[in-house]
Structures are given as structure tokens and as C-alpha cells.
């Protein structure tokens, strides 16, 4: 290790966490040195023997270059693997591949884009979908002999589906990729014995079937990146290799978010504990109830469904935290610039005419849309939520002709934009704004 680098006393605890377990999932906040603490695990599991080879998987090629600085930095004399785009096209995959299998590398950093290129041996994938098409089948026929005032039909007809898209992606064994797979060096003869994924929370879609489908908060989306993710790890994990999952939100939105991570790292306890299907588990550590929330077209309330706290805590605590290493802000007491006033400043914008027509006008397309009156092509719900988004930020986002609000949203931000900008000349201050819709992009982007 470089004399100029030294861990600081949570990073040498996270690598000890890592050092004795096969999978950990570091919940550490952001700034806390993640990247480092990474590297260095990897680092001394190759030293100790534990580990062979050890790849990472960064979210874009801009971060690739941020750890391979990083690990240089840590240790000058690392063997690092950190292929360009060329390296990972089509035409030069097959290259690269032999290169990973065959050299002894000390780190190899592949992108979160390029990281599903990486092709699965058909044998492995159709032995994991055969396993949760098995899982599936086992829980519909649960579901059809348990308490029928409990069970829909549309959750029956949801656990259908899920099995009708699995036994899908098992009959498409001359898919491209699976053509790939046998023509080149799959990932199980790469070598590695050891997975670090960073900012894991973009790998949480991994679609989890349920009855619950009129709970708000559900992972109903299926995201293919995330079931490849899946095969990956357990693939890993089942070879007795390790893996590391890096985020500093495991849980952004949704109670649902703590399953999908224990899925990904701890299958086999919920397995033992007969957790592992999720409506089991949200039978034991999740609550939910209803509440009177604003319709999505603005025009009224209704009463909703969603996930609300965890129950039974203590012991989801004590299963979660064989993999979980959480560190806090507040912990840490990491070094952090003062907010002005204290905290955030909340700026009140009133509701202009404008803004209230096309309010009342989104009312009366979601009422249309409801009644079946107007075409899915012509009108949609999520055009109307789409609009409704512009039209709250500005009305001019939905009729150009509308006139500017001088009490708008926009035109207070203007107003104090331009109100620091002078009070700060003598200092010369630096504003950061950020907007999370309709952001202008410049002409060199």
C-alpha cells in the first residue's frame, strides 16, 4: 500500500466484514470511501489467497477511470484490466474474454453497460430459470388451493404471466446471446472469484412475482440486466467465490428494495427460513395500509394501498445484518460544507390561472381515459402525468403561448439566482442548479 494513502478506522472494519463473509452489502453514505474500501478487500483476499481474480462492475467508463486512478493510487504496482469501448464491441469481445481467463489480473473493471455482455453459459441460465419456473409453479398451486377470498384472480393471472415469460426465456435457446455463449469464452471459465458492484441499487428491478398487485411500492418491473446480475452473482456465490455490492441507498423508494438485496446475497437463508418467495417475506416484515393520497391528474384524493413500515424488526435486523454493513452520515461524521439557514429552505410558489386550466383540463383526459372514450394512441395516462410534471414547473412547458408567471416557480429561482449572483461578487460565489425535468441541454452536449 501506497505511504501516502491510510484508511481510515471504518474502511480497515468494512474490509475485516469482507474478509469473513462470502457476500456483504456496504450501505456506507456517500463520500464515506467506498471505492477505496473496495479495493482494498480486493486487494487483501488475493494476498491471503481467499481470492484469485476480482472484477468490478462501475456504473460508466467515466468511473472505470476513477478506480483505476484510485486503485494506481492505493497500489502503484496493481495488474489492472480496464477495456475501452473497442475492446468491449462485439468484434473485439471474444479478445477480451481470453485475456480475462487467461492472465492473472488483480483487478479487471468492466462497466455496468458492458457487464451483460459478458455471455452466461446457456446450461447456467436455463438452470436458474428452470429453478424459479419450478418456485413459480409451486406457489401458483398454493395460491389456487389456499383461502380464495385472499387470492384474486388477478394475482393468479400475474403469476401466470411470470411463468409464461420465463418458460419464454427458456425456449429461446438459439437467442443470439445464447449463440454467443458456445461460440466464445463464457463467464463461468473466466476465473473470478470475486464480484464488487458498485452503486448496486441500479440492479434492484429484479422482478419479484406476487399477489399483491394493488399495493403501491412493488417491484413490478422486470429489468434483464438485473435477472443477468442475478445468474452472475449465485453463479459466483455457489462456486464459494465472494461478492460485494456497494450503495449508498440500499433502500431509495420502496420496503420491496430489502427483499430484492437479500435475494441477490442471502437466497439460500431465505430459503431455510421459508422466505424466500416475497409475499412470504412482506407477510413477516412489512405493513401496509391505506391512505388518502392526491389522484395523478390532480382533480381529487383517493384512498391508496402501499407499503408503510417493517414489522417484526429486530429479526429482520438480525438476518439482514449477517451481509448488511451500514455506515451514516452521522457516524462517520465525515467533513461536510454548512447549509445556509441550517437546512433546506422551502420557497412557496402560488397556483396561477394558467397552471389551474390545464390542471382541470389533465382532470378531464384522465376522466375520459378512465371511461374508455378515447383511444390508448390518441391519450394516455402517462401523457397526462407527463404534462402534469411540465405544467408544474412551468405552464409554458405545455402551451408555449401561455404567458410567463412573475410569481412562477421559475421566476422566483431567477429572481434568487440573480440576487446571490450579485451579493457574492466580492467572493466570487458559485451557484449549482438542479432541475430534474426539461433541463436545457447545451449546444455541445
Same mark, same amino acid.
Given at each position: 500500500m501506497s505511504r501516502s494513502f491510510e484508511p481510515r478506522q471504518h474502511q480497515r472494519d468494512g474490509v475485516w466484514r469482507i474478509l469473513q463473509n462470502r457476500a456483504t452489502l456496504l450501505g456506507h453514505c456517500v463520500g464515506s470511501g467506498k471505492t477505496a474500501l473496495s479495493i482494498i478487500a480486493a486487494h487483501e483476499l488475493k494476498r491471503l489467497g481467499f481470492a484469485r481474480k476480482t472484477l468490478a462492475a462501475v456504473p460508466n467508463h467515466l468511473l472505470v477511470n476513477q478506480w483505476q486512478r484510485e486503485a494506481l493510487r492505493i497500489y502503484p504496482e496493481l495488474r489492472i484490466l480496464a477495456p475501452g469501448k473497442a475492446e468491449l464491441s462485439r468484434a473485439q469481445r471474444g479478445e477480451l474474454m481470453s485475456r480475462i481467463a487467461t492472465r492473472d489480473w488483480d483487478l479487471i473493471l468492466v462497466p455496468h453497460s458492458s457487464f451483460t455482455l459478458l455471455p452466461v453459459r446457456h446450461a447456467t441460465s436455463a438452470c436458474f430459470i428452470e429453478r424459479e419456473l419450478g418456485q413459480l409453479r409451486a406457489y401458483l398451486e398454493e395460491l389456487e388451493d389456499g383461502d380464495k377470498d385472499d387470492v384474486t384472480r388477478r394475482s393468479v393471472k400475474e403469476i401466470e404471466r411470470a411463468i409464461r415469460r420465463l418458460e419464454t426465456k427458456l425456449l429461446n435457446a438459439s437467442s443470439e446471446k445464447a449463440r454467443d455463449s458456445e461460440a466464445t469464452i463464457c463467464w463461468e471459465e473466466l476465473g473470478v472469484d470475486m464480484l464488487l458492484v458498485d452503486e448496486a441499487h441500479y440492479f434492484k428491478n429484479l422482478y419479484c412475482p406476487t399477489k399483491m398487485t394493488r399495493v403501491s411500492g412493488m417491484p413490478n418491473s422486470e429489468s434483464q440486466r438485473a435477472f443477468d446480475m442475478f445468474m452472475k452473482v449465485r453463479s459466483v456465490l455457489e462456486s464459494r467465490g465472494r461478492v460485494v455490492f456497494a450503495t449508498g441507498t440500499p433502500i431509495s423508494n420502496s420496503i420491496a428494495e430489502c427483499f430484492v438485496m437479500m435475494k441477490y446475497l442471502q437466497l439460500e437463508t431465505l430459503e431455510e427460513l421459508g422466505l424466500a418467495h416475497f409475499d412470504a417475506w412482506a407477510q413477516m416484515f412489512a405493513d401496509t395500509n391505506q391512505s388518502i393520497e392526491m389522484k395523478p391528474d390532480g382533480s381529487g384524493f383517493r384512498v391508496h394501498t402501499r407499503f408503510a413500515r417493517f414489522t417484526n424488526l429486530p429479526e429482520l435486523a438480525a438476518i439482514w445484518r449477517q451481509v448488511l454493513d451500514v455506515k451514516t452520515a452521522e457516524q462517520l461524521q465525515l467533513p461536510r460544507p454548512r447549509i445556509y439557514g441550517g437546512g433546506p429552505q422551502i420557497i412557496k410558489s402560488p397556483k396561477s390561472p394558467a397552471l389551474d386550466r390545464i390542471i382541470k383540463s389533465l382532470a378531464v383526459r384522465a376522466e375520459r381515459i378512465a371511461e374508455r372514450k378515447v383511444s390508448p394512441d390518441k391519450d394516455s395516462m402517462l401523457l397526462i402525468t407527463t404534462e402534469g410534471r411540465?405544467?408544474?414547473? =412551468?405552464?409554458?412547458?405545455? *402551451?408555449?403561448?401561455?404567458?410567463? =408567471?412573475?410569481? *412562477?416557480?421559475?421566476?422566483?429561482?431567477?429572481?434568487?439566482?440573480?440576487?446571490?449572483?450579485? *451579493?457574492?461578487? +466580492?467572493?466570487? *460565489?458559485?451557484?449549482?442548479?438542479?432541475? =430534474?425535468? +426539461?433541463?436545457?441541454?447545451?449546444?455541445?452536449?
Amino acid at each position: 500500500m501506497s505511504r501516502s494513502f491510510e484508511p481510515r478506522q471504518h474502511q480497515r472494519d468494512g474490509v475485516w466484514r469482507i474478509l469473513q463473509n462470502r457476500a456483504t452489502l456496504l450501505g456506507h453514505c456517500v463520500g464515506s470511501g467506498k471505492t477505496a474500501l473496495s479495493i482494498i478487500a480486493a486487494h487483501e483476499l488475493k494476498r491471503l489467497g481467499f481470492a484469485r481474480k476480482t472484477l468490478a462492475a462501475v456504473p460508466n467508463h467515466l468511473l472505470v477511470n476513477q478506480w483505476q486512478r484510485e486503485a494506481l493510487r492505493i497500489y502503484p504496482e496493481l495488474r489492472i484490466l480496464a477495456p475501452g469501448k473497442a475492446e468491449l464491441s462485439r468484434a473485439q469481445r471474444g479478445e477480451l474474454m481470453s485475456r480475462i481467463a487467461t492472465r492473472d489480473w488483480d483487478l479487471i473493471l468492466v462497466p455496468h453497460s458492458s457487464f451483460t455482455l459478458l455471455p452466461v453459459r446457456h446450461a447456467t441460465s436455463a438452470c436458474f430459470i428452470e429453478r424459479e419456473l419450478g418456485q413459480l409453479r409451486a406457489y401458483l398451486e398454493e395460491l389456487e388451493d389456499g383461502d380464495k377470498d385472499d387470492v384474486t384472480r388477478r394475482s393468479v393471472k400475474e403469476i401466470e404471466r411470470a411463468i409464461r415469460r420465463l418458460e419464454t426465456k427458456l425456449l429461446n435457446a438459439s437467442s443470439e446471446k445464447a449463440r454467443d455463449s458456445e461460440a466464445t469464452i463464457c463467464w463461468e471459465e473466466l476465473g473470478v472469484d470475486m464480484l464488487l458492484v458498485d452503486e448496486a441499487h441500479y440492479f434492484k428491478n429484479l422482478y419479484c412475482p406476487t399477489k399483491m398487485t394493488r399495493v403501491s411500492g412493488m417491484p413490478n418491473s422486470e429489468s434483464q440486466r438485473a435477472f443477468d446480475m442475478f445468474m452472475k452473482v449465485r453463479s459466483v456465490l455457489e462456486s464459494r467465490g465472494r461478492v460485494v455490492f456497494a450503495t449508498g441507498t440500499p433502500i431509495s423508494n420502496s420496503i420491496a428494495e430489502c427483499f430484492v438485496m437479500m435475494k441477490y446475497l442471502q437466497l439460500e437463508t431465505l430459503e431455510e427460513l421459508g422466505l424466500a418467495h416475497f409475499d412470504a417475506w412482506a407477510q413477516m416484515f412489512a405493513d401496509t395500509n391505506q391512505s388518502i393520497e392526491m389522484k395523478p391528474d390532480g382533480s381529487g384524493f383517493r384512498v391508496h394501498t402501499r407499503f408503510a413500515r417493517f414489522t417484526n424488526l429486530p429479526e429482520l435486523a438480525a438476518i439482514w445484518r449477517q451481509v448488511l454493513d451500514v455506515k451514516t452520515a452521522e457516524q462517520l461524521q465525515l467533513p461536510r460544507p454548512r447549509i445556509y439557514g441550517g437546512g433546506p429552505q422551502i420557497i412557496k410558489s402560488p397556483k396561477s390561472p394558467a397552471l389551474d386550466r390545464i390542471i382541470k383540463s389533465l382532470a378531464v383526459r384522465a376522466e375520459r381515459i378512465a371511461e374508455r372514450k378515447v383511444s390508448p394512441d390518441k391519450d394516455s395516462m402517462l401523457l397526462i402525468t407527463t404534462e402534469g410534471r411540465k405544467a408544474a414547473l =412551468d405552464p409554458r412547458l405545455v *402551451g408555449p403561448t401561455v404567458p410567463a =408567471d412573475p410569481g *412562477g416557480k421559475i421566476s422566483r429561482i431567477v429572481e434568487n439566482l440573480v440576487r446571490y449572483y450579485h *451579493g457574492s461578487q +466580492n467572493t466570487l *460565489g458559485v451557484q449549482a442548479v438542479f432541475i =430534474d425535468t +426539461n433541463c436545457p441541454r447545451s449546444e455541445a452536449a
